[in-house]
Structure formats: structure tokens, C-alpha cells
């Protein structure tokens, strides 16, 4: 029976249902209104890189709202956010990045790109750079410039998404976009990548990336890192351009810069990128009425400084090696695995039917819950499910998760053969 909440992506028929709502979480486990504790094996969503109730954290916030229940950035600054932006250019590179506007999330930092990108070209006289460039298969968000952006067929012609100035090219095909550049180059504003591709976790080739680099030199867009899934460790680096040849014109940060215990992003720029506005004495007309709050930024400032006490960059290559190893004796084992992508603690594992052919996208969602009655909480990918363990996982809780992967697929395949019940976790 559904009550009164509407969730986000779930559906109708599995509104109200016990077994989805969560009661709790610490760690790595999730307790649910009908009395499983199942481990996470997606950090929240892809969020709580620490686990769930970090203490740290947890009292930064507590005295942010005591000290100052609420302070803005809207016409204002306020020490937390000056703290914050500080704390995250040492992070990503003070050599590099100057200025951090905050935003609230990761689609809301991706309209706060497009419409910085714009207008800064046009303060340098090329009014005509309005389009952006995405990827294929790429997901930015939801909101109607994030939405656009995305390069997932999601529905965006039955909301009326304006995607008139945006292009979308094939990931990791450099000659696709350098065609693109050759005929549009004084026109692109932009070009916005994730390092990895949200749903598909599929890296973008160190080749594809120099592509992008040269092109940004030859044609003078800006290009966007998105790393809103990518960013605080999830693939080995604290941000995941920090491996690329140079680095991006803009990065975009959202999901662990507070470990998911706030609603925040950031979009961080090199000092140079601020200069005409700052010359021209213009403003840019973006704003939150909750970014770059107190608690939101002493969120952020505790989570950078966990992230260094528990060295968890060195603890995510760690486990990185470990799901290589395993992911790959998964694939030689396991007849319906094909195959399995992405780097770091960011995997897909791809399924195919017993005859071989990618696995139906709507069978997904049966797998997803087959794997959760089997004790682990994952989420859909294409032709299989993604699994985003948290950095601070042990061997063991890791050994956990894959094996409840196992015992849901094979449930699964059991169900889908007639030999089992759809309610079977092994």
C-alpha cells in the first residue's frame, strides 16, 4: 500500500514497500522497516564514501548549527565557505584551481557550468559560443540544464528539454569529436566529461582524454570534468583528472564532498577563469539559497580532513586490486557474468542470458533485488548491475558483496529458467 512519500525512480507498484524503506545505517550496513540489515555495496549513492555515520563529521555539523544555524552566499560570504573553497583547491591542486562557487548538487553544478562557460565567453567577445558537448551514455542530472546535458535517453522530449544547444558524441571516439570541433569549434562553449561514465562505468581512455586536451588548446572551449561520482577517492585519486595529461578548465564535485550528509556540490576554476568577470566588474547571475551554507561547508571541510586521517585514496587503490582479482575470477566462474568494467571502487558487471545475448535491461531491476535478498544492496547498470563499495570496506565485508552477487544472479537465473522462486536468495 503506498503512502504518502513519491520516491525518486522507483516503481509505482513498489511504493510503500517495507523492504525498500531504510530505518537506519552505520558503516557499511543498512537497517530496513522489515528487520534485514543488509551491507551497502553502493555507498548510499555513490555518495558515503566513509561509511555511514562518521563521528567527525557528525560533530562538525552539530557545531555548525549551533554557531550558525544559517549564513549565505547570496550577496554574502561566510567563513565556513571561505574554509571550505580553501580546503578544497589543496585538495585538487592549488597550482592549478583558484575560485569554488557551491552549489547544492551534482545537476545543479552541471546548469552552474553551462551558464558560466557562456558567459564567460562572451565577456571575451565570443557571444557566439553557446553549445555544449556531452558524451554518450553520460548522466548529468535531472534538473532542465543538467537533464540536456545527459546522454541518456531518460525522457527528456516528454518534459520539453531544450537540448537545441547541446551535442552529444560517442565516448572515447576521438575522431567523432574532433570532427565535431573542426566544423563547430568557434561555436562550443564547453565540452563536459565524466571520467567515468555513470552508468556504464566506462573510463575514458587516457588517448580519448589527450584528444580533448589538444582540441581545447586548438579551439578554446573550456573542458569540464564531471566528477560528481568520480570525485573524494572513488577511482584510486582524490579527483580522477588529477591522472589526466593536464588538467580540466572546470571540475565539478558533488555526491562525497560531504559524504552525503548534505546537499551540496562545487564547481572549482582556476583564478583566470574569474579574471573577465572581475575586469568587466560582472556578475554571475547563479545562486542557492542553501550552498555554501555553514553546515554544508563544515560537511566538507570535516570530510576532506577524514579523507587524510584515513588515507583513504591509499585504502581505495587498495581495495582496487582486490576487486580486479576478484571481479576477474568472477567473469571465468560465473557463466551469465560477460564481463565487467570501470576502475577504482566504480564497477559494472555485465550479465548475459544462458544464450549468450546481453541481459534485457528491464530484467535489471529483478536482479537488483535478487542480489538484495541475497544481503547486499546494489544498483542497475547497463545489461547488468554497478557496484561502488565504500573506501573504508574491509577484505572481508568486500569477499561479502561478491559473493552476494553470486547468489543473486544464480537465484535470478534459476527464476528465469522456472527452476525457483522469484523470493529464492541462493
Known sequence: MPTELWPSLLEPRLHGADELCAVSADGVRIRFQDGRELLCGTSGLWNANLGYGNEAIARACADALRDASYLSVFRYENVYARRAARALIEAAGAEHYGRVVFSTSGGAANDLVMKLARHYHALRGEGMRKLVVGLRDSYHGLTFGGFALT??????????????LVRHVTPNAGDEIAQLAAQQGSRIAAVVVEPVLGSGAVPLTPEYVQTLL???????FLLVADEVATGFGRTGDFFASQRWQAPPDLLIT???LTNGTHAAAAVLMPQALAEPFDAAGDVFVHGETQAGTPVTCAAILATVQEMRRLDVVASARRLSVLLDKALEDLVATEPLVSATTGIGCFRSIRLRTPAG???????VPEVVAAIRRAG???????NGVQILPSLIYTDDELAELLDCLRLGVRAHARYRAGLGSDTEAA
Open 151 to 164: 546522454g541518456e535517453n531518460l525522457g527528456q522530449a516528454v518534459y520539453g528539454v531544450d537540448q537545441r
Open 376 to 382: 547486499a544492496v546494489v544498483h542497475p547498470s547497463v
Open 214 to 220: 589538444e582540441l581545447r588548446d586548438r579551439h578554446g
Open 254 to 256: 558533488s555526491k562525497g
Open 357 to 363: 545475448d546481453p541481459l534485457p535491461q528491464q530484467e
